[in-house]
């Protein structure tokens, strides 16, 4: 079996002097900026502000005085972070993947039975695709009355297998997909990992 330590130890000094001087300057640029998290976070928030409070929206309809939902989104809605801003892996100029989760009826691979677990084994909804067009339809708008900075190059993809919006938002490459829970979990998973190393 090889030692790795052994081999540390055979290398000439200068070398080694050499390689940690090296990987010490290189270290910092492959790390993200102290507030990469925080920065993602507030995206995200905002993000969920915009496309909640635009597609859950009631209203009076007519003499009746009853509220009937505008909306294509079920109270208990959440946009998550997934993938590198999730799991630790991430870097300045990494693309924000964020998945919309919409409680529903759970499905039968079993999972918890309230909160985020229910979520997590919810059937995804019926309406993804409708989901996708309203949501791309209130970032649009949220942009062009200025409630969201520039928004560039926004697609929406309804009829993925998994539904999704991309767009560029100050330059960021954004993902927002439709009740994908096992990219959270793998995500999760990932960063586990990363913290037993």
């Known amino acids: 079996p090889i030692n ?3 081999l540390i130890g055979q290398l000439p ?16 640029q492959l790390l993200p900026a102290a507030d990469f998290d925080a920065r993602r976070e507030g995206v995200r928030y905002g993000l969920e502000r915009i496309i909640l409070s635009s597609l859950q929206v009631s209203t009076m309809v007519g003499d009746s005085k009853s509220l009937s939902p505008l909306s294509v989104l079920p109270p208990g809605c959440s946009l998550q972070l997934f993938g590198s801003s999730r799991n630790g892996f991430g870097a300045n100029n990494s693309d924000l993947d964020i998945c919309l989760l919409v409680p529903g009826t759970p499905s039968s691979g079993g999972g918890g039975s309230s909160g985020h677990n229910n979520i997590m084994s919810a059937s995804p909804p019926k309406n993804r695709a409708e989901i996708v067009e309203g949501v791309g339809r209130a970032l649009a708008e949220a942009s062009r009355v200025g409630t969201l900075a520039v928004l560039e190059e926004l697609n929406t993809r309804p009829t993925a297998r998994i539904p999704l919006i991309n767009f ?9 997909s439709i009740h994908n829970p096992l990219a959270l979990r793998n995500s999760d998973m990932l960063a586990t990992y990363a913290k037993c190393d």
């Open 4 to 6: 790795s330590n052994n």
């Open 168 to 176: 560029k938002l100050r330059g960021v490459d954004v993902d927002i």
């Open 13 to 28: 000094k200068e070398l080694f002097k050499c390689l940690t001087h090296s990987i010490d300057k290189l270290l910092p």
